[in-house]
């Protein structure tokens, strides 16, 4: 069971719940974050209140394509994991080192018990599909960082899977990691979406394909797949030092970090499409646009 936020014919954004036959019954909550109050007063799970919701009503008329979807949860806070597989550790390494095999602090990042966990967005900052990614306009080197995304209640339980685009400077953060802040963290950096995936109806968490696909153009410049069994650490594990001394609030969304990077002379130009695909939960489209352009 997927859940999606729409614009409705009313004008006005309208929650709703895709069954696995793709049909889509609306809800009657305003948003993600309405479904988590209600599963929490209730002391039922999302699942239930959404099966009890739908229970005698008819599905839309549209299908999936034919709908303007939205962000699918106003999160508070996006916060992302960082260098949690092979790959984003020698990518890292090549930014600072010159070289993917080169040993540099990143290694130590990989195998410390303390994972690399940031803010990466806030409600205000963070888009949704089809909404443009902006270019930062002092970096010369960026990329999308295609990423299974957690959605957690104010516990820490998680309640659903989504994706995300962790977009980053890869220049600015070879540069001096302290300037991470400024490699992550720019207007139009972070999208969500397209729907959340109720984690009641996920049966290995650690077996979500991730695709990202860029396009320039008519001509698909860059594919790439990875699965999340790649993962050198689990879910709970992160979301565990997430709230370690730290408030969290409902819908919160962490990142579970990347394990596909584009070539090391890859940019993204003024025109791109990112697509980024997690079969079961759908397909995050993005255009890409230079800031001073907008």
């Given at each position: 069971?997927?859940?999606?936020?729409?614009?409705?014919?009313?004008?006005?954004?309208?929650?709703?719940?895709?069954?696995?036959?793709e049909?889509?019954?609306?809800?009657?909550?305003?948003?993600?974050?309405?479904?988590?109050?209600?599963?929490?007063?209730?002391?039922?799970?999302?699942?239930?209140?959404?099966?009890?919701?739908?229970?005698?009503?008819?599905?839309?008329?549209?299908?999936?394509?034919?709908?303007?979807?939205?962000?699918?949860?106003?999160a508070y806070?996006?916060?992302?994991?960082?260098?949690?597989?092979?790959?984003?550790?020698?990518?890292?390494?090549?930014?600072?080192?010159g070289?993917?095999?080169?040993?540099?602090?990143?290694?130590?990042?990989?195998?410390?018990?303390r994972?690399?966990?940031?803010?990466?967005?806030?409600?205000?900052?963070?888009?949704?599909?089809?909404?443009?990614?902006?270019?930062?306009?002092?970096?010369?080197?960026?990329?999308?960082?295609?990423?299974?995304?957690?959605?957690?209640?104010?516990?820490?339980?998680?309640?659903?899977y989504?994706i995300?685009?962790?977009?980053?400077?890869?220049?600015?953060?070879?540069?001096?990691?302290?300037?991470?802040?400024?490699?992550?963290?720019?207007?139009?950096?972070?999208?969500?979406?397209?729907?959340?995936?109720?984690?009641?109806?996920?049966?290995?968490?650690?077996?979500?394909?991730?695709?990202?696909?860029?396009?320039?153009?008519?001509?698909k410049?860059?594919?790439?797949?990875?699965?999340?069994?790649?993962?050198?650490?689990?879910?709970?594990?992160?979301?565990?030092?997430?709230?370690?001394?730290?408030?969290?609030?409902?819908?919160?969304?962490?990142?579970?970090?990347?394990?596909?990077?584009?070539?090391?002379?890859?940019?993204?130009?003024?025109?791109?499409?990112?697509?980024?695909?997690?079969?079961?939960?759908?397909?995050?489209?993005?255009?890409?646009?230079?800031q001073?352009?907008?």
């Open positions: 069971m997927r859940i999606i936020r729409f614009i409705s014919n009313t004008g006005t954004a309208q929650l709703a719940a895709v069954t696995n036959d049909k889509i019954y609306p809800l009657p909550f305003q948003d993600f974050l309405e479904l988590l109050q209600k599963s929490e007063d209730g002391g039922k799970s999302c699942l239930a209140i959404v099966n009890e919701a739908i229970e005698g009503t008819s599905p839309l008329d549209q299908s999936l394509e034919e709908l303007s979807l939205q962000l699918p949860v106003n806070e996006v916060w992302a994991s960082g260098v949690t597989y092979l790959k984003s550790k020698k990518a890292r390494n090549y930014e600072s080192q070289s993917e095999d080169a040993e540099s602090y990143y290694d130590k990042v990989y195998e410390a018990e994972p690399e966990i940031f803010l990466k967005s806030t409600d205000r900052r963070t888009i949704g599909p089809n909404d443009p990614l902006y270019l930062r306009s002092d970096s010369n080197w960026q990329i999308p960082e295609p990423e299974l995304g957690l959605v957690i209640d104010k516990q820490g339980k998680i309640v659903g989504t995300g685009n962790d977009m980053s400077s890869r220049d600015i953060e070879g540069e001096n990691p302290l300037y991470l802040p400024q490699a992550k963290i720019w207007k139009h950096s972070c999208s969500i979406g397209p729907a959340i995936l109720l984690a009641e109806t996920v049966e290995d968490p650690y077996n979500f394909e991730i695709i990202c696909r860029i396009f320039r153009g008519e001509k410049v860059f594919e790439e797949s990875a699965n999340t069994s790649q993962l050198k650490r689990k879910y709970e594990e992160l979301v565990d030092f997430l709230i370690r001394d730290n408030e969290v609030f409902p819908g919160t969304i962490l990142l579970t970090g990347t394990c596909i990077v584009p070539p090391n002379d890859f940019t993204l130009n003024e025109g791109d499409l990112v697509e980024i695909e997690i079969p079961g939960i759908g397909r995050l489209s993005n255009p890409v646009k230079n001073a352009a907008v």
